[in-house]
């Protein structure tokens, strides 16, 4: 009886904290809906939001299909096979596991490599506690272009598992926790890697720093996959949208840039970057 109780009492929490959204952030309930309930009825929705047009036309623009590439799927993400060193051991970061590591798990499996995640949030530290293994191994960092302690903000309402540095969502700002942040030039000293040879980043709005304190390090994957989070504010899209080209246009000069999402277009981007071969 108790259980059952209980269970009543989470479902009436749940749609209490549903309702609050739909009255405080209707646009956050909207974005939510339409991602999780329209694009899987519709396909892709991204002519309802202005931002996300202009998003899904910079893709367009900017980077090549992965239709038009022999590209192989590795769990949730997308690589070419061919350029993976079978020879020597494959070092791969991989920042934000939340809880699915498909990705990893399927690449450790095909090819002779040493997997590092790297995530902060107490879902993900709790989901790793036994799925580490002698090619897995996970550390309770955020990936960030600074070394400092940073806050991380995350929805109260528990509808999105996403937690940010940049709380691109826009979440209550009294809701945050601290963490220890780490840039991949430190990381890669403090495990004496002598290069990173894929990177992965679905690191919730930081990933373009991240790659470009890289660079400033000559640090330059032979892989690169990105997810860039689109933030919900318009005045903070318009900066967005310029730091965007600025940062595309630079990453272009080096690597060949491909689109791998395939749904919720304009919602954020996923590139797979490929080191072009004079580089």
Partial sequence: MKKILKKCLNVFNNQIGLFKIILIKPRYFFLLFRVRILSYIFGDTYFLSPRCLIIKLFEDRNFKKKENFNLKQFGNYFLDFKKINKKKKTIIYSGGVGKNISFDETIAKKINCKVRLFDPTPESISFMKN???KDLSFYPYAIYEKNKKVKIYFDKYGLVRS???TNFLGFDKKSYYYCNAYNLPFLRKKFKDK???ILK????GVAMGVVQNCFKNNIFPQQMLLAIE???NY????DFYKKLKRFIAKVSERYELIN???RSRGVELEILCILKEHN
């Fill in 131 to 133: 799925r580490t293994t």
């Fill in 163 to 165: 937690n940010s540095i």
């Fill in 195 to 197: 290069t990173i040879d």
């Fill in 201 to 204: 980043l679905d690191i919730e």
């Fill in 230 to 232: 689109v933030p919900m």
């Fill in 235 to 238: 005045f903070e899209f318009i």
């Fill in 260 to 262: 791998i999402r395939d």
